[in-house]
């Protein structure tokens, strides 16, 4: 499945249906009055929530939602029939931001959530209205209101309670793999990972939380370097951060700064969010080095990184305590955060 998480479209409600000029002209009726109805109010375009879309594909083949427009009035006073609103499904996570001004104006988090992000048009008035004392047989009528009509750019944010950030090759699909059913494939090579992976984890009361692997973050990635600008914005509905540190590699503190840097640069929040420190690929390096490197991390940033290897499982029993535990001082994680 091809993961698509941006797209810009277009959205254009109905329009209203026109007014009518009629008159009475029943045969026991002899002073036949105005009876011009009114026109119909044109159909809204409706974005709803959905679980069964992952991503935002759909959109690729098609950029422009317009409902159907309201239908004119007919005579004995006779309202026309509103027009059909069209609903446009979008997973949940999407984010709806006005091109024109770059304002977040919708945020579709829950399952069933709705929102009309375009409203039709008002149907015009038929000559009935326009009856009064003064003026007993009105012969115009008026045109029904155009609908609103929006440029749109949608974004999915993914949702997950525990991102796993790091290097490329710092493990993070490893991890998620061997603690979740996620599958994602894994190589010995730069940007294995194209697409975000979420795995749901059991915590000990039965509970379920996701973490969400975030791939393509490397030196320059808040500049639309590499993949990282692409997958940045999924890290922001995260209530909480594992930073994963490769063992093997010659500079794991510079590793670690480049990442903070990245998160520093893009903003929104990110270098805010709790984290914990992780240094992987315990196996692959001697334990008095791998000590040594922990405790160049605790001298530096004043912080004792959990040392584990996801290829033995060694430490991870350790991290997934130290997960709960955080996700528990956080409080509530009943809704996530939804700041953008």
């Known amino acids: 499945m091809q993961f698509i998480d941006r797209a810009e479209i277009l959205v254009k409600a109905g329009k209203g249906g026109d007014g009518i000029v009629a008159f009475r002209r029943e045969k026991y009726v002899p002073a036949g009055g105005p009876a011009g109805g009114n026109g119909g109010w044109g159909g809204s375009v409706v974005f709803e929530a959905v679980t069964d879309l992952q991503t ?25 029939a509103q027009g059909s609103d069209r609903v446009v499904k979008v997973p949940c996570g999407t984010v709806i931001i006005n091109t024109e001004t770059d304002e977040v104006v919708y945020d579709l988090v829950e399952p069933g959530q709705k929102v009309t992000v375009a409203k039709g048009g008002k ?67 730069p940007f294995t990972t194209l697409v975000p992976n979420l795995g749901v984890v059991s915590k000990p009361d039965g509970d379920g939380v996701v973490f969400a692997d975030i791939p393509g973050l ?15 914005r999924h890290i922001q509905r995260t209530r909480l951060l594992v930073h994963l540190v490769d063992l093997t590699s010659e500079e794991p503190l510079e590793d670690y700064q480049v990442i903070q840097d990245e998160l520093s640069a893009y903003g929104q929040g990110l270098a805010d969010k709790p984290q914990i420190l992780v240094l992987s690929k315990l196996d692959a390096v001697d334990s ?44 509530d994680s009943s809704e996530l955060s939804e700041e953008f």
Do not use: C
Request: proline content about 4%; charged content about 20%.
């Open 218 to 232: 490397i030196a320059g990635a808040h500049e639309g370097i590499g993949l990282g600008h692409d997958f940045l």
């Open 56 to 80: 935002l594909l759909d959109f690729s083949f098609e950029r422009i939602f317009k409902a159907d427009d309201g239908k004119r009035g007919g005579p004995s006073n006779m309202t026309g």
């Open 123 to 189: 149907g015009g008035l038929g000559n009935k209205f326009f009856l009064s004392n003064s003026n007993r047989a009105p012969e115009y009528a008026l045109p029904g209101l155009e609908g609103e009509e929006f440029k749109l750019r949608l974004e999915l944010r993914l949702l997950a309670e525990v991102g796993i950030i790091g290097l490329p090759n710092a493990g993070k699909s490893t991890l998620i793999s061997v603690v979740s059913a996620a599958r994602p494939k894994i190589a010995d090579y």
């Open 288 to 331: 008095e080095d791998a000590i040594a490197i922990a405790s160049t991390f605790d001298q530096a940033i004043h912080q004792q990184p959990i040392l584990i290897s996801s290829a033995t499982r060694l430490g991870l029993d350790a991290l997934l305590q130290r997960i709960w535990q955080a996700l528990s001082e956080l409080g």
